[in-house]
Structure formats: C-alpha cells, structure tokens
C-alpha cells in the first residue's frame, strides 16, 4: 500500500568508512532531478580515523525533499537507515513516531554492541518494533551473497553495503535506479570490478524491496512546482567557487584564489583549482599567514584577490588584514565558520566569526562584512563581495558556515544577463596620481595597477599621510586617516540595497532576525506563525557592516525582536550597541542546526 506526503526526510547514518555521504549525494541529486525541492546537512565525524564502531565515529547525511518550499534538512526523519549500533544510538532520537528503520542486523554483534554502549541487542527490543516500523536485515550476508563470484576482497565487498541501502531507499520511493548507476559508473569508471559490484549490489537492494515479505508502504512525493529554468543542484562552497569565477568574467579582472586547506573551506580551493583552464591562478599555500599575504600582493597587482578559510585560519590572518585595510587594497576573504573556539569541532556547525569579522584586526581597522544566507546565495554574495571590494577599493570578508558549505539545493542557472555589471575603480590617468587622492562621493581611493604610465607608488603597514601616502607619525593625520577608512565603509551603505522583510508581515508583533543559514528555518517558522494568524516577520540581514541604512526603520516597526544566532549573541550585541534596541535573544551553540519546533517554540511564548 503506497503513501503520498508533501515531504519526507530521509537520514543515512554509519560508520565514517560505510559511505554514507555517497548515498545520501546519490539520493540527494537523483530527487532533484526527480523534480523535488530539496535540502541537506552533510554530518561528519570530527574524528579522521575513530574506531569503527564507536560513537564518534558515526557519519550521517540528511535529506529533506518535497513538493513545497524546503528550507530546512528536517527535525525529525522519515526513514532512517542505521549501518551499526553506533549509528542507531546517535541518531534513533530523530525518527519520528511510526518512522522506518532500516538497520543491519548482522552489524549488531557482541562487539559492536558494547562499543555503542548496548547492554542488549535494540533490534530485538519489541518496543522499538511497536513504535517503528522495523526492517532488521542481514545486509552483509546479503550484499556477499549478491559478489559471491566478485573478484573482490570481503572488506572491499562490504564496502558496497551502501549501494544495497541505497537501493531498498530507491525502491520505497519507488525511484528509478539508472539515475544512481550513471553516477555510480562515472565514479568508479577506472575501476571495473569495483563499478560491476557497486551495481549489482544496488540492484540486489532494490529488487528485495519487490521480493520481502515485510510489509512496508511505497511513499510517493509530487513534484515541486518550481519556476521554469534549467537548473542543477549546489553547495555552498561549489557557489562560492562558481561566483568568484563569474565575478572575474563580469568585472574583466584576473582572479587569484590562494588558500591553505581548513575544514569546511578546503573544497572552495578545490573547485577553484578545476577552473584553472579560464585564465584563473589558484594557489595552495603553506599557511593562512602565506595565503593572506599573497592575496594582498594579487590586490597590488591587479587582480581579484581571494583567499578561504575558517575561524582559526581568520585569527592567523588578522594582522594582515589590518593592514590590507591601511593599504585600501581590494581583499575578499570567505570565512567558512565552524564550532569553536580553537580548533573546537571542525565537523560542526557555528556561526560565531561575526564579532571577529568585525573587530578582530589590531588598531581601528573597518571593513565591509557580508553573510550569505542559503547554500545558493554564496554564488551572488561572492558576486556581490567582488562588486563591493573593486568599487570601494577596500577588503570584505564573507561569512559563510558549515552548513550552508555542505549543504545543497536545487539552483536554477541565472541569465548572465541579470547579473550586475559595474566598473572597477581603476585609475584613470587623468592628472598626477597620489596613492590617497579619494573619490569624492564615495571616499574610495584610486586603484593604480603595477605598469600604469604616471601612476609609480608605494603603499606599506606604517600610517600614511593623506593624499600623498607618505609615512606619517602626526597625531591629527592619524587621526584623520583613522575617520576616513571608517567613513568609507560606512558609505557602502549608499551602494547596498535597502533591508526588506523577507516573509511574513511588514510590522507587528514580533520581528525575527537572523543572519546566515538561520534563514531557512526563520523563513519556515515565520510562514507557519503567520499561516496560523499571528503578526509576525522575518528580517534576515545579509550586509552586516555597514547595516543597511534603513534597518533600525525596518525593526521599529515590530513590538518585539527576536535574534536568533548558532552563538552566544553577536548580532544581538550589535544591534543593541548600534541602535539602542531592546531585543530578544535565541541562541544555540551546540555544532547541530537550529529546528523548527524550538524556534517556534520560543516565538510563541514571547507572542503570548
């Protein structure tokens, strides 16, 4: 007997060497293309090598797809697959009430049921099977069965079990398997026992789907009702890497990419490394110092100069940034956030870089500070961040976070016809050139390139005199260039859009504001609150330094506000410190995503 929803959540939990990553990607692109609105949360152990069967081992990916809007991976899960004990005990608390539960039972041996801490086996507990629907397989006797004739090794057969789960999902969905065998046969084309098991393997999964006597419901999701385009699905670090390059080709500058590899920003320098072929120097380098570094010497030279990282490697590159600020060079940095503080939990979730964007720089040393808020709208921030630095002539750092690096949705390819043009401030050659000569409307200086006729200058890490850029020691000169820098950015607002309420009501009762991936779960709970009659809006901040000129405007017009913030309250710190504003604060720090249901929760006791 079948069942349609309008969405479902599905979790793929095991051991970190179990490939869980590639199913949940695997079923992750083929529901895209099924036509569903989808988005997930990669889960990844902070341990690279755990001991199998542990809890810190445990690696999962979630998947939330449907024909409605999705907006987040889900608070609860539909169906759950559990490799191991392990991968039960951390994430059973997630399968909703009359969920199914796939699990290998041959996993849930004496072994791995100590390492889980199972004092018995939880398969054989008929609570668990009164309140789930239980599918308690041998999936390794099964999956050997199925290579029996495979050349392969035992350990490299068991390494396919994913593919099995993957295809049992597939059929429960009713899904249709030449999707995941394309993907599978470009992923292992050089290997062709591995690719001939991996497929025999998924369509073992499937066809027991046919075959077992276990009564379990087909579930069939309609299609999204998405606009028309052609799209295909994106991380937020593949946006990233796809922005930059754009905003290379739009503004007509050469880009240069230099990072040092950091978790969850290393896959920006992959991805930057594979477009190397459109004229792009992508750079590892030894250390954040050397990337920082190297990035300001691009700026000098001409280029658009980018460099990645995460919360430890933007505490290395602080002290040159001050002085890319006293250069007034063109610098973006993205700073993907994780868990801290210090190395903290690389694997999980944070968003707690803001006040360190803000203010973590030696002296006073302002810089325009931009979010992103989906894993899709990196691509036209990385636009927007280029935009911003080659017009004001000044660095911008990007928060980004792990979340929105990892996770995906559907992105629907722009018209590059609808994306912005603009005209970097280049010198133009007109009169003589003095490194600190200023635009007059927008304070920003002149960007003089190595080679301009006319235009020989120097710029360092010592105070400069105004106009000229001589090094200067007078205290009112100091004091004067101090104003300028942070009259500067404080300009950009003119050249940012105006702040909007994103969803909901345009004034009343409460106001909820977010930045970053908070705004898929603010944008859901606010269209519920609202569904349900309550006067409520979500005003999701993306320019964060400077504020958009009219925010306190928009703010005022709400009784209540509620931040909510993956920290302890930066951005409630900022706006109470800006604006004088009485605001309410929602905060999670625990490396895993804000739900729906505790944010509603919240709202409504301030609403009542």
Known sequence: ???????????????????????????????????????????????????????????GFQVRFGKEEILTSGDEVDVLV???PAALKRTLHLLKEGGILIADSDAFDAKNL?????????????????????????ITSLVREALKDSPLSVKAKDRTRNMFVLGLVFWIFGRDLNIAKELI??????????????????????????????EVPKIKVAKASLPRGRYRTITGNQATALGLVTASKLSGLPLYFVSYPITPASD?????????????????????????????????????????????????????????????LPVIVIDVQRAGPSTGMPTKPEQADLLQAMFGRHGEAPLIVLASATPADNFYMAIEAVRLATTHITPVILLSDLYLANGAEPWIIPNVETLPKWEPHLWKGNGEYKPYMRDEETLARWWAI?????????????????????????PLNHEKMVKLRLEKVKRVAEDIPLQEVNTGKEEGDLAIVGWGSTYGVIRSVVKQLVEEGYSVGHVHIKYLNPFPKNLKDVLTRFKKILVVEM??????????????????????????????????????????
């Open 268 to 328: 920006i320098l992959h991805d930057m490394a594979k477009y190397r072929y459109m004229d792009i120097v992508a750079i590892q380098a030894e250390d954040e110092i050397a990337a920082i570094s190297s990035a300001i010497g691009a700026a000098f030279g001409g280029s658009i100069a980018v460099t990645a990282t995460s919360g430890p490697g933007l505490s290395l590159m602080s002290e040159a940034l001050g002085l890319a600020v006293m250069t007034e």
């Open 450 to 474: 190595p080679g301009m006729e006319g235009a020989q200058h120097v710029v360092g890490g010592l105070e400069k005199e105004d106009v000229t850029g001589n090094v200067s020691y007078d």
């Open 185 to 214: 046969k470009k992923k292992f084309a050089n290997k062709p026992d591995v690719l001939d098991a991996n497929l025999k393997v998924l369509e073992a999964g499937y066809y027991l789907g046919e075959t077992m006597d276990i």
């Open 114 to 138: 100590r390492l889980a801490g199972y004092e018995f086996n939880p398969l054989e507990d008929e609570i668990l099977k009164q309140k789930y629907r239980v599918l308690s397989l041998p």
């Open 1 to 59: 007997m079948g069942e349609e929803r309008p969405s479902v959540t599905v979790r793929f939990a095991g051991d970190s060497g179990d490939g869980m990553q590639l199913a949940g990607i695997n079923f992750s692109f083929e529901s895209a293309l099924e036509g569903h609105d989808i988005a997930t949360f990669p889960d990844y152990p902070a341990e690279i090598r755990a001991p199998r069967g542990t809890l810190y081992g445990v690696s």
């Open 82 to 84: 559990a490799m191991n």
């Open 567 to 608: 920290n302890m309250g930066q951005l409630a710190f900022l706006l109470r410190g800006t604006f004088l504003l009485d605001v309410h604060q929602f905060n999670k720090v625990q490396g895993v995503p804000i739900t729906e249901r505790e944010l509603k929760q919240t709202a409504l006791k301030l609403l009542k």
